[in-house]
């Protein structure tokens, strides 16, 4: 079994993603700070609009959330209460995911692993089909398409779950990629549109000319660049490389997750499955993912007793074939959260752009968030989709709550 604080899973450790050791440029139209899946969807965006690119690693591609994550892409599942503001760029990046999947493949030659059977969220007890009752009338007030059923339903979709699932929604729309695949195919499709990715590269600070961001002083030497594009995930907030009134509200939330190895004999699932404690995604390779927890305790990196019991525990609750699975892999991972668990896509300065804080949304809003970067850069305006995401809404918040003290 192999158990580390970065994913590599046992047979599933072959993702593609091969990086040569390239020297860094000394000037590049754009820098990407962070080879996490939005630096790497916003660099090839950009160089398929025509600009030399350059992507920035501290560490290796991937390193973080990106290859720690399920690869979700599931609006409908993830709604809650006070979410309805994120809710049309989820919806309108949903939309998206199917021609950003066929230009990927085509660009990569790597098939992404993206299924479309949609999403099961299942309860046991009264009180867990309660609460699924609430999330139901919350979905379908929000124009989201999620069907209730019985648990006798549930199981026909699924029979291997227990005969205690007393209920379930299905979420149709909700599908999923396998991150390897996506992260491997960024890769690949980046390197073939001309962009050059520098690991172990760390940026120590950021070149200012008056007002204006103009490259980047590294590890490896400087970098000029007419704009800078800040995808540093989790590290985002990091105060070494901005000024106080750009700080980032942006943390880290630890996810633990495990990989199991099903066989003929255990069976698998055919959809994405999700509890109030757990989510559990079968991929094409005959693994089922299961994640995450959700931990505010800073980079304390590795995985704990606790974490894996809480995984195992959540998920035996409805599937009971996983004590016959073998566990193949353990890792943590980062989630990059915002104050209000949503993304920052904005111009901080002129030259110096940012996306991140995509808390658990980062596969979902990947196209869109891409697509509206690449936009940004270009044409200097954020499209009307992305306009409520800047950092100034943080701002306005603390503004209305000294008001409303004073």
């Known amino acids: ?21 390239t020297a860094l440029p000394t000037r590049s139209d754009v820098v990407v700070v962070g ?23 501290r560490d290796t591609v991937g390193v973080g959330a990106s290859l720690a994550a399920t690869g979700m892409l599931a609006p409908a599942a993830e709604h809650e209460p006070g979410s309805d503001p994120l809710l049309p760029l989820a919806l309108e990046s949903l939309a998206r995911w199917p021609g950003f999947r066929d230009e990927l493949q085509a660009a990569s030659g790597i098939s992404i692993d993206y299924r479309e059977e949609g999403t099961l969220v299942v309860a046991i007890g009264r009180d867990e ?32 779950l227990r005969p205690s699932v007393t209920a379930g929604l299905f979420c149709p729309d909700d599908h999923q990629v396998d991150p390897r695949l996506v992260m491997a195919g960024l890769t690949r499709a980046n390197q073939a549109a001309g962009v050059t990715i520098v690991e172990q590269c760390a940026v120590e600070a950021l070149d200012w000319v008056g007002d204006r961001v103009c490259g980047a002083a590294t590890s490896r ?17 990091d105060a070494s490389l901005l000024p106080d009134e750009l700080a980032l509200p942006v943390r880290p939330l630890r996810g633990q997750s495990l990989a199991l190895k099903t066989t003929t004999r255990t069976g698998n699932l055919s959809h994405m499955v999700w509890t109030e404690q757990v989510h559990m995604a079968p991929k094409a390779d005959g693994h089922l993912i299961i994640g995450a927890t959700v931990e505010d305790c800073g980079f304390v990196p590795g995985v704990t ?13 409805v599937l009971p074939g996983i004590e016959e699975m073998e566990v193949e892999a353990v890792w943590s991972g980062f989630r990059p959260t915002s104050d209000d668990d949503a993304p920052i896509i904005d111009t901080l300065a002129p030259g110096l752009v ?14 869109a968030t891409a697509d509206c970067v690449a936009e940004l850069v270009t044409t200097g305006a954020l499209p009307d989709i992305a306009s409520s995401f800047g950092l100034a809404r943080f701002h306005r918040s603390e503004q209305r709550v000294r008001r409303a003290f004073a």
């Open 221 to 237: 030497g400087h970098i000029s660049a007419a704009t800078l594009i800040l995808a540093t995930g989790a590290w985002s907030g």
């Open 1 to 21: 079994m192999d158990v580390s604080a970065n994913p590599t899973i046992g047979s599933r450790r072959a993702t593609g993603i091969v990086i040569d050791s």
């Open 354 to 367: 940012v996306a991140t804080g995509h808390h658990r949304n980062g596969y979902l809003l990947a196209p």
């Open 35 to 57: 080879a996490g899946l939005i630096g790497l969807s916003c660099a090839w965006r950009l160089a398929q609009a025509g600009l030399s690119v350059t992507v920035i690693e």
């Open 129 to 160: 089909v309660d609460r699924l009752r609430f999330r139901h009338d919350l979905q379908i007030r929000s124009g989201l398409s999620a069907r209730w059923l019985p648990g006798s339903e549930v199981r026909a979709l699924e029979p291997t």
């Open 305 to 317: 007793a606790g974490g894996l019991y809480a995984l195992l525990e959540g998920a035996r609750r």
